[in-house]
């Protein structure tokens, strides 16, 4: 009825299998129309159609001969060997085999052969819930379903917005599920143990061993890694991976960015040089390669299914898997039934932060920075006075806040909640004090969308200039070696929410040789984000020095 494309396969396979006769419904129904069918007699033993759709269809059956297979018998074999735990589309599954040279042919004959088999699945792009609504097979979607006269089926076929960067997820494009193969291959202890050019601090070496414990034990599913600022939640997550692989288990280490992903792949392979390691993101050569340990943007786990037994999330919070839950959808597909997440993060989310004060996620703290300083407390500054920052002069408290990092010899990081403040306050700041501090200017403005973006930060980095004025753009991912922190109009609770103020904190008493930054959060009210950070920071650093982590 639109399940296959070949129907005489379809009777060559049953006809092998004792049956007589095979009925056919024309016309051939969208492909996504006929999976909900499908699946609906399967459940139920009949169906109701979704809304607005109807069928003239009919029925035509009788005896037919069995036609020879279009492909030897050993070649649907080779394809299923050479693809494990993914969900592709036939020109991502072409991909594939051509990477690892094993192309078959006629390639939707042998896929189709072991659907039929039951040594795959498939099904449309796009099709429908139990409920009739459109979803997306690919990412879980439902919000962006959009419908649309389809120059490939000739239907109004439903496709998916939220995955288009992938390649389009459409109603007539069926998509190949691959169970992963079973079976562990332990590997050599000495093969797995990561080589570290550095020796871990106790903090990190109490981590680590939690983080080992939570695989070699294997009770709990999900566990959170909850990290300080720069205290080298990295290197602690090596524990979980290392016997992950002593195990001969498969893991995959996601990532929000593909930045984040190149680097980590170098670290990776100086850390394990014997095993190998496979870096997937856009524009990345090569799609479709096997290794012993996978580094992935989270929207490349797209492409997997129930394949790794340790997933490993760095910067769960961070952009933009903290605003798209298809990317959480993604990363939990990607897991092995029975399988293992470890969260890594320095601001965990109120959802997760609920479930560790209900005890119903495994926590492990790591509280304290390697050079063993406490981190620097974020103080407030709520000022009396009638004015508004941007106009008049600039009040004492400011002042006061940048002549502190001057007489240390810092530099001041000044965060601001919108693209349009930081022009407004450079201009602010240069009318009020022209000249001064470490030259003209003394101040420099940035955000996401400005030209110069990378000269000026560059420059700061280079201690060029004294101050620089920026949006949450560089909340995280920046270490300044000696730097204070000044967030302005920090009551904007929208923009500057808890782990917003956290990461921005973060930045400050970083490098071993300047750990005692300072933070100030200047705004008219304290806000409970503003007191919820300031809490967050001083109880880690209670918990650092009750476990003798502080010189």
Request: aromatic share 10%; with cysteine; glycine share 10%.
């Amino acid at each position: 009825m639109g399940l296959t494309h070949n129907p005489g396969l379809d009777w060559t396979f049953w006809k092998r299998r004792g049956k007589r006769e095979m009925l056919l419904l024309f016309p051939a129904l969208p492909l996504s129309l006929a999976y909900f069918i499908f699946q609906e007699l399967k459940d139920k033993g009949e169906f109701s159609l979704p809304p607005g759709v109807k069928l003239p269809l009919e029925w035509r059956g009788g005896q037919q001969a069995a036609a020879p297979l279009p492909f030897s018998p050993l070649e649907p074999s080779q394809v299923r060997r050479q693809i494990s735990g993914r969900i592709l589309f036939l020109e991502e599954v072409q991909k594939a085999l051509m990477e690892s040279r094993a192309v078959g042919a006629p390639l939707e004959d042998v896929l189709h052969w072991l659907y039929l088999q039951g040594e795959i699945d498939f099904r449309p792009g796009v099709g429908y819930d139990s409920q009739g609504r459109p979803i997306c097979y690919r990412c879980g979607q439902n919000s962006s379903i959009v419908l649309g006269e389809c120059g490939a089926c000739g239907f109004v076929c439903p496709s998916c917005e939220s995955c288009l960067s992938l390649g389009p997820s459409r109603g007539c494009r069926p998509l190949y599920i691959f169970p992963a193969l079973e079976g562990l291959t332990p590997r050599e202890e000495e093969l797995c143990l990561p080589q570290l050019n550095f020796a871990l601090t106790p903090a990190q070496e109490d981590a680590y061993g939690e983080a080992k414990e939570f695989v070699s034990q294997g009770k709990e599913g999900e566990c959170l890694l909850w990290a300080a600022c720069g205290a080298g939640k990295t290197e602690v997550a090596y524990g979980a991976i290392a016997e992950a692989l002593k195990q001969g288990k498969k893991v995959l280490y996601a990532c929000p960015r593909r930045e984040v992903v190149k680097e980590m792949e170098g670290r990776m392979a100086s850390a394990w040089p014997g095993l190998k390691v496979v870096a997937l993101y856009g524009g990345s050569p090569q799609k479709f390669r096997e290794g012993d340990l996978i580094l992935a943007t989270a929207h490349q786990a797209l492409r997997f299914y129930q394949k790794f037994h340790l997933v490993v999330l760095d910067e769960a919070d961070a952009f933009p898997l903290s605003a798209d839950p298809m990317l959480h959808y993604a990363l939990r597909r990607a897991r092995k039934p029975g399988g293992q997440i470890l969260w890594l993060t320095a601001t965990p989310s109120e959802e997760m932060r609920h479930m560790v004060r209900r005890n119903s996620l495994k926590v492990i703290y790591l509280p304290a920075r390697p050079h063993g300083h406490p981190l620097p407390v974020p103080e407030f500054i709520i000022p009396f006075w009638g004015g508004r920052l941007g106009e008049g002069s600039i009040p004492s408290a400011v002042l006061r806040c940048l002549k502190e990092a001057e007489l240390a010899g810092a530099q001041v990081m000044i965060f601001v909640p919108s693209v349009a403040q930081v022009s407004c306050m450079e201009r602010w700041f240069l009318a009020q004090i022209p000249s001064g501090f470490w030259g003209n200017p003394w101040v420099r403005g940035c955000h996401a969308g400005h030209p110069d973006r990378e000269e000026v930060i560059g420059a700061f980095r280079e201690r060029r200039f004294f101050a620089l004025i920026t949006t949450t753009l560089l909340e995280r991912g920046v270490t300044i070696p000696h730097v204070y922190i000044l967030v302005l109009f920090a009551h904007e609770e929208k923009i500057f929410d808890t782990n917003t103020l956290v990461q921005i904190a973060g930045r400050a008493g970083r490098h071993r040789d300047y750990p005692q930054g300072k933070v100030w959060f200047y705004g008219y009210k304290v806000t409970p984000s503003m007191a919820e950070a300031q809490g967050q920071i001083r109880e880690f650093n209670r918990l650092a020095r009750q476990r003798g982590y502080l010189k």
